[in-house]
């Protein structure tokens, strides 16, 4: 049997393959035997210890496990093997697979007499035996790689065994191991361990326990440093925590280098999978276009020649919506294996392409707008003023210059000298505290005309160097300033007047209501229009009928107090729409005298009045020639035929009282001509009566047809 270093190497090569069993194998004059062997207790790999005699060494390792994993070696007086049954050779890594190699030449070395130290400084793996004496864990032995991980070396930690546990936390951890390999507990554990430079980092450990020695407990531990691939995983969990936050879809794809195609899928964030459509048969999840074509693919077979690509598509959802993401590609070349990886980002740019059109469609209506907008800068009126930024082409048409011209000065070249101290004050002081302010402006042209503006200056604000900007809106309203003059002009006139003028505005369903009145007519304070509307009939007719604006109405109202009459004349007025705008009013009075030449009398006034209201109120054409016939036969002792106009053309009234006759054309069921006659003289006032009695008659045919 081998002594201590065969039982440290075997233990050492099951730790190194992940693994409980290990065995050593010699042949020697044609002979096999098993040496030496470490397996859990009632493995029958124990039970063969010392006892197997078999006539080759192939034989005594089928034997015991004819698929483990072998690592022969040679010696002077024969030849052995590192046999570790139960693992195959592919669960085994590459370094581990190299160390085992190592590990079985060394074992060579070991049985011609040599010492395990010397193979395993060249370990990778740390390898440390501790002894507690008193309970208190101090260092036996320690291989180059574990001191080296400590920041110092094998002969510095030896000479000070228990350097290294003035810490509590390593103290703690060393403790810990005996405890765990006398318990037979041989699973690793991941643990934090200082430096002699205070330093920490990561080691995995296997502890295995050694037999005492004078009465000291001791204990093998193997150490591998996973400080880098622990902060890898960290880095890892975090950059996919970041990642999984992102708002962007995130996917990565294997693909195979010799064929250059996409083989699997490898990662995808939660907006990826969010956004996927299907999966294929071999878990790779795919992306369509809005056609429907597969998105991934195409963007893999579109990579520029740099590996790169970078591009706006249409992506359906896994919800059948369609979204505009902007893409980012990139091919990553993979130094290890043969495989290499494609990356693909897509991001969300709805609201962007969005946000876009409303600014083009914003920017196209202030171009295309009748009102003018300038932008300018922040700099006060104290420091030189505003300089203009930006005018839309309806500034450029009011003022007369174009965009080049004014870019890049200031806005007080428009300012006209004629504005009021008060409102250049307003405008100063606004701009200087960068406040809001509304005002009527006059602006200079290039032509040095001055011209009335209603403006409207705001600050934006911003995060700019210059913090934000001047946006002015207005609007020219000289012609509404002449207007007003104007307006107030004729007012004027008519409160001069003595007729009484009233204008009247529709309100709602077929009332109406005084809009304006002149000075005579808010004295007599008596609205004759709203008393007719009130009384119905026709007059409502007629003031709703767009032939009313062409014809208006005109009749004689008996005045208040009996003594003469009220000429009104009604004018109906329509909007484009034909809707009924207004209804404007004009009353005079006429007063009666005992002149032949005078006023009518109130007893024919009356008379022709109540003719007047049966005209406009018969049902029929002929109904209202009748009473027409009535009135001027009872009011004006005046006689009515009518004969057809066969060819002649329609020619309206012809009053001609010098020979004390009128004709009158109108349409009943055919043009007709109507001839009046009259013997007697008759005065002013009794013809004017009499004309807008024919006029009543011709105005509501009109209207009735």
């Not at 190497?9 to 002979?31: I, V, Y």
């Not at 554990?189 to 005492?212: K, M």
């Not at 032509?447 to 002015?472: H, K, M, N």
């Amino acid at each position: 049997m081998l002594g201590d270093n065969s039982q440290a190497a075997l233990r050492l090569a099951a730790s190194l393959a992940g693994g409980e069993r290990a065995a050593l194998l010699l042949e020697r004059f044609g002979t096999a035997h098993l040496q030496a062997a470490i397996a859990p207790e009632g493995d029958p790999l124990g039970d063969l210890v010392g006892t197997i005699s078999e006539p080759s060494l192939e034989l005594l390792v089928r034997r015991i496990d004819a698929d483990a994993s072998s690592f022969p070696f040679a010696t002077t007086s024969g030849r052995g093997m590192l046999l570790l049954p139960g693992i195959a050779e592919s669960e085994i890594a590459d370094r581990s697979r190299e160390q085992l190699a190592l590990l079985a030449t060394s074992l060579a070395e070991s049985i011609e007499r040599y010492s395990l130290v010397e193979y395993a400084d060249e370990l990778s793996e740390g390898i440390t035996i501790f002894r507690y004496p008193d309970d208190e864990p101090e260092i036996e032995y320690i291989n180059r790689s574990a001191a080296e991980r400590l920041r110092s070396t094998p002969a510095e930690l030896l000479a000070n065994p228990r350097r290294l546990f003035q810490g509590a936390e390593n103290r703690r951890s060393a403790l810990g191991w005996l405890a765990r390999a006398r318990a037979g507990d041989n699973s690793p554990i991941e643990q934090r361990f200082q430096a002699t430079n205070g330093s920490y980092y990561w080691i995995s450990v296997h502890a295995r326990p050694l037999p005492d020695r004078g009465g000291v407990p001791r204990a093998l531990v193997f150490t591998t440093d996973i400080t880098f691939s622990r902060a890898s995983a960290e880095r890892e969990r975090t950059l996919a925590a970041c990642i999984d936050a992102s708002d962007d879809a995130i996917a990565i794809y294997r693909v195979g280098r010799s064929e250059r195609r996409l083989e699997s899928f490898v990662y995808g964030n939660k907006a990826f999978h969010a956004l996927a459509a299907r999966e294929s048969p071999r878990g790779v999840v795919w992306l369509c276009n809005a056609n429907g074509d597969n998105l991934i693919q195409g963007t893999f077979a579109s990579l520029r020649a740099d590996g790169t690509l970078r591009s706006e598509v249409q992506v359906r959802d896994r919800d059948g919506r369609i979204l505009s993401m902007e893409v980012h590609a990139r091919y990553l070349h993979s130094e290890a294996g043969n495989v290499d990886f494609f990356t693909l980002s897509l991001r969300n740019i709805g609201e962007r392409i969005a946000a876009e059109r409303e600014r083009r469609m914003l920017a196209h209506a202030i171009d295309e707008s009748l009102d003018f907008f300038a932008i300018g800068d922040f700099v006060p009126p104290s420091e030189g003023g505003s300089h203009i930024r930006y005018i839309n082409p309806a500034f450029s048409h009011l003022v007369g210059y174009e965009a080049d011209e004014l870019i890049g000065k200031t806005s007080g070249i428009l300012i006209s000298p004629n504005n009021t101290k008060q409102a250049l004050k307003t405008l100063t002081e606004s701009i200087e505290r960068r406040k809001t302010v509304s005002l009527e402006l006059m602006m200079r042209t290039k032509d040095g005309r001055d011209i009335w503006c209603e403006c409207v200056a705001q600050p934006i604000f911003d995060d700019s160097a210059e913090g934000g900007y001047w946006l002015t809106v207005g609007r020219d309203i000289t012609l509404r300033k002449q207007s007003m003059s104007q307006l107030a002009l004729l007012t004027w006139v008519l409160d001069e007047i003595t007729a009484r003028v009233t204008i009247y505005e529709p309100v709602l369903g077929s009332d109406f209501q005084v809009a304006y009145e002149n000075a005579a007519s808010a004295e007599r304070n008596r609205y004759l229009f709203l008393e007719l509307i009130r009384e119905g009939g026709v007059v409502r007719k007629l003031v709703n009928d767009r032939k009313f604006a062409a014809s208006p109405l005109r009749t004689m109202i008996a005045n208040d107090d009996g003594n003469g009459v009220i000429d009104i004349e009604i004018r109906a007025l329509f909007d484009g729409a034909d809707h009924l705008a207004a209804v404007i009013t004009i009353e005079r009075d006429l007063t009666a005298t005992s002149s032949p030449e005078g006023y009518p009398s109130a007893a024919r006034l009356a008379l022709v009045t109540a003719g007047t209201q049966n005209i406009l109120h018969a049902p029929s054409p002929e109904a209202r020639l009748r009473a027409l016939s009535v009135t001027l036969r009872e009011g004006f002792d005046a006689s009515l035929t009518v004969e057809p106009c066969g060819d002649s053309p329609y020619d309206g009234l012809r009053f001609d009282p010098q020979h004390h006759r009128a004709t009158m054309s109108y349409f009943s069921d055919a043009p007709k001509r109507a001839l009046v006659t009259w013997e007697a003289p008759l005065g002013e006032l009794e013809l004017t009566t009499m004309r807008l009695a024919l006029e009543t008659f011709i105005g509501s045919v009109q209207v009735g047809s």
